[in-house]
């Protein structure tokens, strides 16, 4: 047997098992790369929201991605919720330390999380600077929802015209590639992702759902996107990938508990070989 790529997220625990880095690594699992994790937070939280979460120690986190990262080895990560301004910062020393980031050989995915849809935060508040100034550089791609793109930006997207304006205030930031996801322009019939190198734009448009139960949605998109780099494909093919993917675990959706449920990535097994000793 050979050993699958893997694929490490640098995120945190959702007691309810919908998002954060129970979402990431269903998502590795069905995409066909092994997953390691950094956790960074536990959240208290099921299918009506967040009532609390503690941060790990950011010697903690740091420690466990140069653990993994040096003996196991990774061909792509990926950050979720990230909690606090310090852990930011062990994460970005650690990542520098393994190579992983535009300084390095291994691609890193930002996923900006800030906040639950139920508006829970997930991000202490200063610690959006710090995002922004030590993560984003390091950043192969940045996944913010429009939510986040008003936290960081001040920019206040209504429009596909202003969903263009955002991606280029954020590619200041430094990141190499920017997707603004259009999942809450609400008023808009599709679902249009706009893509960005800080020359060209790519836009993928998706169906739009009337389905309410996406917990989870914006952490297996970004997941999707980590494992497809982590198999070795480039930036647009790993969104492209990432897009037809977060589709289909929308259409698998399911409920749970009295709120919302979530997505399901498990609509697409991996063949027993990928894992399976023969
Ligand atoms: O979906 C964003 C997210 C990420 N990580 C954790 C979460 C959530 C949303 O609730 O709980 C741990």
Not at 130 to 158: H, K, M, Q, S, W
Request: proline letters at 6%; a negative charge; charged letters at 20%.
């Amino acid at each position: 047997m050979t050993t699958p790529p893997r694929a490490l997220t640098i995120a945190g625990s959702d007691s309810g098992g919908g998002a954060g880095l129970q979402a990431d690594l269903r998502t590795f699992f069905a995409c066909g790369v092994h997953g390691l994790t950094a956790v960074t937070a536990v959240t208290v939280q099921n299918s009506l929201g967040v009532t609390g979460f503690t941060a790990i120690p950011a010697a903690v986190v740091a420690a466990q991605i140069e653990a993994v990262a040096t003996d196991i080895g990774v061909q792509a990560a990926k950050t979720g919720m990230l909690a606090t301004a310090e852990i930011i910062a062990a994460v970005a020393a650690a990542c520098d330390r393994v190579h992983i980031g535009r300084g390095g050989a291994i691609p890193l995915v930002v996923d900006p999380v800030a906040a639950s849809m139920h508006g829970d935060p997930l991000l202490r508040d200063d610690a959006l600077d710090a995002l922004r100034t030590e993560l984003f550089p390091r950043a192969t791609l940045i996944t913010p929802n429009l939510d986040e793109v008003r936290l960081l930006t001040g920019i206040d997207v209504r429009s596909r015209d202003q969903q263009r304006d955002a991606a280029e205030a954020l590619a200041e930031f430094g990141s190499r590639w920017v997707l603004v996801k259009g999942g809450h322009l609400w008023d808009d019939p599709e679902c249009l992702d706009l893509l960005y190198d800080g020359t060209e734009f790519t836009e993928l448009v998706g169906p739009r759902f009337a389905e309410v139960h996406t917990h989870g949605s914006g952490d297996t998109l970004a997941s999707c996107i980590t494992a497809a780099l982590a198999k070795g494909n480039d930036v647009p093919s790993a969104v492209r990938a990432g897009k037809d993917f977060i589709v289909e675990s929308v259409r698998h959706a399911y409920p749970l508990g009295a709120g919302v449920g979530p997505v399901s990535p498990l609509w697409r097994l991996p063949d027993a070989e990928t894992f399976l000793a023969p």
